[in-house]
Every structure is written in structure tokens, then in C-alpha cells.
């Protein structure tokens, strides 16, 4: 996609970013609807149910394997998101990867601060391995604020002493709630989220928790004996620097990261595919990369 075609993204995405004063229902509302203008028809089985009371959904592609999972977690910022307007995405990466995806709907700020969110995504995880599923046919997945929770749970249950799943991916993670990444003043106005959003989220997420915390800011961690990771974050992120800063982090302790970065590319574009080929093409990558993980053929 041309710049121009991907300012016109950009404008449309500012113009529909949630305004301040609104009620949190009203704001969940009105994100959901944006993204579902997103959507396309997909020939996905979805069936929905409950992981100890949270909202949980299966996605499968035609032809997606029964064995091996892909555990999502959506994005939102910790406050707004859901399986349902992520639901194109997991069936795309669905698609992609020839796997099952697990979706849950882990509760949300200010309803919920930290750790309520991370809880549920460890319980999901313990789930699939109380259901049978081994941790190396696992891959958990999340973009943007659920690339955070991937992370922050990956910490969990290595400190923990539970078994890691096989390997993991991010969109777009948030990996420092102090957001101290040179991108986030450089490419500020080339992003559809903003500094003060960024902020506002962190104090709603966070509420008493100390920013450093590991398990809100995993670049802070003790990244030794994660598995395998794969990040994707486009040149235009302000949280561009932030993952960098990761990436870096994690090699430098023995962490085998696979780091794209997607010239031209905004926050969680990979939630545009229908509309933007590049976000297409990064679900196609990060399916390969899964593919691969858990020896799946094409």
C-alpha cells in the first residue's frame, strides 16, 4: 500500500478513535462497530462458551488442526476489545497457521484492574493443559494490549514453575507502561493512538501497581528461558522504540526472537487486512511462523 493509501487508513482511524468523557459501555460499543466494518466473510466455525465464567470462543478455519491451538488475546487498551471484534483477525490467523484459535473475553479496566486480566488468561492456558492439550501445541497470541498479556503471562508461568508453551507472537505489544521509547515523541501524529491515550490507559490498567512491574511492563523482566517469540510492529508505532527495546532486551538474555518490522505500518494494522494487503501479508507471515512452531504442514 502506498503512504497515501495509508494516511487515508490513518485518517479514517483517528477520526473514529474514542473521544474522552464518553461512558465505557458506550466506548465498547462504538469499537465494536468500528471494527466490524472491517470484517469479511470468512467460512469460520465459531462456538462459543465459558472457561471458569469468562466468555470463551473457538475459531477454526476449514482445514484447521484439532490438536494444536492458538490461545488469542484481543486488544483494547485493557479497558475496550472483545472476541467479536476480533473475530475476523482469528479467523485469518486461523487460516494462516492451520490451527484452532481459542479467543477469551478477559475482563476489563476500570471494572477490573490489574492482575484480573492476566488472571484469566493464565486460567486459560491451565484450561487447554486440563483439557489435554500439551504446552508445545500451544501458541499464545495477542496484539497490542493482548501482546502485553502474552508476555506478562509468559513471565507467570515460568515463575511459577508451569510448563511454557511451545513459542509465542505479538502484534504490537505494549511492553512499557512508562512508554519511554524515542518513537513515541518521533512518530507521533504518524500513529492513529496518542501519547495521552497511552497514559490514560496506563493509569486505568494500573490503578496502584507500580509501572516497572514485570507483569505490566515485561521489558522490566527476567526474560531467561522464555520460548521462542515473534513480534510484528510497524516503522510508524510510537511504541515503535518500546519494542526494541525488547527485542534487544530478550536476545541479549538467550530469548530467539523473530522481529519484523513492517515499513510504513500503524498500530495493529494487521487488524485492517481486508482493506490493507500488508495486513494480510503479516497475518500470512505470523501463520507461517506458527505453522513452523508446531510442525504443521501447508
Not at 43 to 58: G, Q
Not at 182 to 187: E, G, M
Amino acid at each position: 500500500m502506498s503512504a497515501n493509501s495509508v494516511d487515508h487508513l490513518l485518517k479514517i482511524l483517528k477520526d473514529n478513535s474514542p473521544g474522552p468523557g464518553k461512558p465505557i459501555g458506550q466506548l465498547r460499543a462504538d469499537f465494536e462497530k468500528f471494527y466490524l466494518e472491517f470484517r469479511s466473510d470468512q467460512d469460520n466455525k465459531i462456538n462459543e462458551f465459558r472457561i471458569n465464567n469468562i466468555p470463551s470462543f473457538w475459531i477454526e478455519a476449514p482445514g484447521a488442526a484439532k490438536d494444536q491451538v492458538i490461545l488469542f488475546f484481543h486488544g483494547g487498551g485493557f479497558t475496550i476489545g472483545s472476541t467479536r471484534d476480533h473475530a475476523d483477525l482469528c479467523g485469518r490467523l486461523s487460516a494462516a497457521a492451520g490451527a484452532k484459535v481459542l479467543s477469551i473475553d478477559y475482563r476489563l479496566a476500570p471494572e477490573h484492574v490489574f492482575p484480573a486480566a492476566l488472571e484469566d488468561c493464565v486460567a486459560s492456558y491451565n484450561w487447554l493443559l486440563n483439557e489435554g492439550y500439551m504446552p508445545s501445541d500451544i501458541v499464545p497470541t495477542g496484539i497490542s494490549a493482548g501482546g502485553n498479556l502474552v508476555l506478562a503471562m509468559l513471565l507467570h508461568l515460568r515463575d511459577s514453575g508451569s510448563s511454557l508453551p511451545s513459542s509465542a507472537c505479538c502484534m504490537s505489544p505494549a511492553v512499557d507502561m512508562l512508554f519511554q521509547g524515542n518513537s513515541v515523541t518521533t512518530n507521533a501524529g504518524k500513529d492513529w493512538i496518542s501519547r495521552e491515550r497511552l497514559d490514560s490507559l496506563c493509569t486505568i490498567y494500573l490503578s496502584e501497581t507500580d509501572p516497572k512491574e514485570p507483569l505490566v511492563s515485561p521489558l522490566y523482566g527476567d526474560l531467561r528461558g522464555f520460548p521462542p517469540l515473534m513480534i510484528q510492529v510497524g516503522s510508524r508505532e510510537l511504541l515503535l522504540d518500546d519494542n526494541r527495546g525488547f527485542v534487544d532486551r530478550a536476545r541479549s538474555e538467550g530469548v530467539d526472537v523473530t522481529f519484523e518490522i513492517w515499513d510504513e505500518m500503524i498500530h495493529c494494522w494487521q487488524i485492517f487486512a481486508s482493506v490493507l494487503k500488508e495486513g494480510q501479508e503479516a497475518v500470512e507471515s505470523m501463520g507461517g511462523y506458527i505453522r513452523s512452531e508446531l510442525n504443521l504442514s501447508q
